[in-house]
């Protein structure tokens, strides 16, 4: 396991349609975040999990966001009725600890395009 | 709210040459975490330097180095000797010290120039 892996790269949709992207963190890894960055922006933070719970959510993540993690290792994120404003990039990262020393590893990002 | 501002969008350098970037920051907090992470095109985001904020002396990593003005809120990076694979957006982050959520800046597209 060389890093955050995440799947689609890329994921182009229609409006209204729904799609889910799924994130595999570094194995021993028990957080796992989840940001959006936009063109020109840096990313934003949406949410994060410590092994299964989930302990935060941003107001960035409407009702048609949806984020699991079941067992405590891959993590889904949801998007429900796709809109043309949800196309961004979705990064997954991943940390070992909380606090000071939790140095978040990122993914390579799903690309989401709504046409 | 905790905001990060970069208020240089792009950038450029000669290879062998000095760059810094600069980076502000508001927050009321004293426990938190400063960042740079690079972002190359088209690959993932990784992370240069740290600071955190209760030491006094500046983090260095090899050809970076940071200036961390507390007082003033500012927290800029040096890039020594540039080198094409340089060539990145950076990002200025910050981090509550009790939050695992990192706030990023907008970022600076760094060009080198051969």
């Known amino acids: 396991d060389t890093g955050v892996s995440q799947d689609p790269r890329h994921k182009i949709t229609k409006r209204g349609q729904n799609v889910t992207f799924r994130c595999d963190p570094i194995?021993?890894?028990?957080?796992l975040y989840w940001y959006r960055q936009t063109l020109g922006q840096g990313p934003e933070f949406l949410t994060y999990?410590?092994?299964?719970?989930?302990?935060?959510k941003s107001r960035l993540l409407s009702d048609r966001f949806s984020a699991e993690r079941p067992k405590g290792s891959f993590s889904t994120l949801e998007i429900q009725r796709t809109e043309q404003g949800d196309s961004a990039m979705y990064l997954c990262?991943?940390?070992?600890?909380?606090?000071?020393?939790?140095?978040?590893?990122f993914g390579p990002g799903t690309r989401l395009t709504v046409t | 709210a905790q905001t990060v501002t970069q208020s240089q969008p792009e950038m450029s350098v000669q290879e062998a040459e000095t760059v810094t970037l600069s980076c502000t920051y508001d927050t009321s907090e004293s426990d938190y975490y400063l960042f740079w992470y690079k972002q190359p095109p088209s690959r993932q985001m990784i992370l240069v330097i740290r600071?955190?904020?209760?030491?006094?002396q500046n983090a260095t990593e090899n050809r970076f180095s940071v200036n961390f003005q507390k007082a003033a809120k500012s927290f800029s990076l040096k890039i020594s000797d540039s080198q094409l694979g340089d060539a990145a957006m950076y990002f200025c982050a910050y981090r509550r010290g009790r939050d695992d959520k990192i706030i990023f800046g907008k970022g600076t597209r760094l060009h080198i120039l051969p």
């Open positions: 194995s021993e890894h028990n957080r």
């Open positions: 600071q955190e904020a209760y030491k006094q």
């Open positions: 990262a991943s940390s070992f600890q909380a606090g000071s020393r939790g140095e978040q590893y």
């Open positions: 999990f410590q092994n299964e719970a989930q302990l935060e």
